[in-house]
């Protein structure tokens, strides 16, 4: 772990002294703050969960950009086994630190670079299984921007295009865990007046292992890939109300299409607050 955190140093260290000489540095902090409440499944214990999501983003030049996320959630689980019992818990789920690099740009193109890390979280996994094993990881993540006036929050606060998209593609190392992941992400933005704008957010994830098992498909066998059922899927529809250019409120319903993950949210609604400063 100290060997990633020392290369994550390295990086930050060299896009500050590339910021410090860009003429095209940016000095807006973009945010997002939301929570949720969603109802899922642990094996056989049903949950209702309240999460608190923060992202944070910081330029460091035109081209890149670190920041950060964080996860707390409360749940409240009533397991339906042979000994029905209701329990609460609360967690800070996982800490993320991320570097972006825009290496590319094309017309109304662009491609971007993340590597990302993410701790462990701070919870007792043994006594509440909706809260997920603890784990820390290391993604590699390329996003491909398309019609996107500038970062995520600024093209939602003040983007005069019509419509934009970016479709993101991951693979993510998982220390403490018997499989790792390959993650897509697609966000769709459309404009319906100078205050509102619906955004749809679809995020699938396929497990993968070593070795092929019934319920994980493998690294050698891309071809058996069966989509509705070794992938998660969730989906996002999301109503922006926009303040004004520097703050956007957001309401919306997540729901969980297929998948073979046992511990999942299922559906439920979020608020969120955007903000550029």
């Known amino acids: 772990m100290k060997k990633y955190l020392f290369i994550v140093l390295i990086l930050f260290s060299a896009q500050n002294s590339f910021a410090a000489n860009s003429d095209d540095k940016k000095n807006n902090i973009q945010a997002i703050n939301s929570l949720s409440f969603t109802n899922g499944e642990a094996f056989e214990s049903k949950n209702h969960k309240r999460s608190l999501n923060s992202f944070i983003e910081y330029p460091l030049s035109g081209k890149s950009s670190v920041g950060g996320a964080l996860q707390a959630s409360q749940i409240n689980s009533n397991y339906q086994g042979n000994k029905p019992r209701q329990s609460d818990a609360m967690a800070l789920n996982s800490a993320e630190v991320f570097h972006r690099y825009k290496f590319f740009t094309y017309d109304k193109f662009g491609f971007t670079l993340q590597n990302s890390f993410k701790f462990p979280g701070i919870y007792q996994e043994n006594k509440h299984l909706g809260l997920m094993p603890q784990q820390q990881d290391y993604e590699l993540r390329l996003l491909t921007a398309y019609n996107m006036q500038d970062r995520l929050v600024n093209n939602i606060l003040y983007g005069t295009n019509l419509y934009w998209a970016r479709f993101e593609i991951a693979y993510r190392r998982r220390f403490s865990n018997p499989f790792d992941e ?96």
Do not use: C
């Open 182 to 277: 390959f993650r897509t992400r697609l966000l769709l933005g459309l404009n319906l007046s100078e205050k509102f704008e619906i955004l749809f957010q679809n995020d699938i994830a396929w497990n993968v292992n070593a070795k092929e098992t019934s319920a994980h498909n493998n690294y050698s066998n891309i071809s058996n890939f069966r989509g509705k059922q070794d992938a998660n899927n969730v989906g996002n529809f999301l109503l922006v109300y926009r303040i004004n250019n520097e703050t956007a409120l957001e309401t919306g319903y997540t729901r969980r299409f297929h998948g073979n993950n046992p511990f999942y949210d299922y559906q439920g609604f979020l608020i969120g607050l955007l903000s550029s400063f």
